[in-house]
């Protein structure tokens, strides 16, 4: 893939993400429990959304204890609340278009909130639609540069049947088509280890550039949707480059 990194200005924010581990294991573990509840099967090797979210839970350092917790709150008696899969879509400062999904037991009260944090940061909350268009949903398992050389990521990623690849400085991206992604992780896994990041998400087909002020807005409007207790991630067509990231750090 060609250009600017469609997924970098999500992965720079990682760090940011770690240093709120207790919350991050909240959300993969919520996660956790829908895998199981939705399809009422609590073995991983029987159920692939499952195998995914512990994937995920491993890839953040949950304890096994937390994961074994999480589906046994799904398979229990009754126990833990029952959460909806809900996506919202609107558009963010710059017209920058936005999509943000959510695991909630309560849709009005996430909805005004994350309706809130729109207009406060200068966006509007949309109708399920309306920005999607300018995505494609899609795989997307993350390395670190130095997991291995382009040559052989490249390599691995297509006897695996990934879609495409980027590497650069900063990492590798490998993008699957959403029915083989978990085919292609467990691939990726076995050729590579563990990845840094795996996850199904939303791929921007344009993006909007944004200069220090826009971004800088951009980002807390991010950073606060992310710190929602319901919301499992956020995606965003936004541009923004290393000199204005550099600048948005001094």
């Known amino acids: 893939m060609a250009g600017h990194s469609k997924f970098k200005n999500i992965m720079h924010r990682k760090g940011a993400q770690d240093a709120k581990r207790a919350k991050v294991f909240t959300k993969v573990g919520r996660e956790i429990t829908v895998a199981v509840k939705s399809s009422g099967e ?3 090797e029987k159920n692939p959304r499952l195998r995914g979210a512990i994937a995920a839970a491993r890839a953040v350092n949950m304890p096994n204890d937390r994961i074994k917790r999480a589906i046994q709150s799904a398979i229990g008696s009754g126990d833990g609340a029952d959460f909806v899969e ?8 710059a017209g920058v278009a936005v999509i943000v999904e959510a695991l909630t037991d309560n849709k ?3 909805a005004a909130d994350v309706r809130s944090y729109f207009n406060k940061f200068g966006g509007n909350l949309g109708e399920t639609g309306s ?6 949903r899609g795989g997307l398992i993350s390395y670190p540069a130095d997991a291995a050389d382009a040559e052989t990521v490249m390599e691995a990623a297509i006897e695996a049947g990934a879609e495409d690849v980027e590497s650069s400085d900063d990492g590798h991206e490998i993008l699957t088509a959403t029915e083989d992604f978990l085919s292609v992780r467990e691939a990726m896994e076995e050729a590579l280890g563990a990845p840094e990041e795996a996850k199904i998400g939303w791929k921007p087909n344009i993006s909007v550039e944004l200069d220090a002020d826009k971004a800088s807005t951009m980002l ?3 950073d606060t949707l992310e710190d929602h207790d319901d919301v499992q991630a956020v995606f965003y067509n936004a541009d923004i480059s290393d000199e204005v990231m550099e600048k948005l750090a001094e």
Request: net charge positive.
């Open 131 to 136: 920005v999607s268009f300018n995505f494609t």
């Open 220 to 222: 807390k409007l991010i």
């Open 86 to 93: 809900m996506r919202y879509e609107g558009y963010g400062p």
């Open 42 to 44: 609590p073995d991983p």
């Open 108 to 110: 009005n009260r996430t």
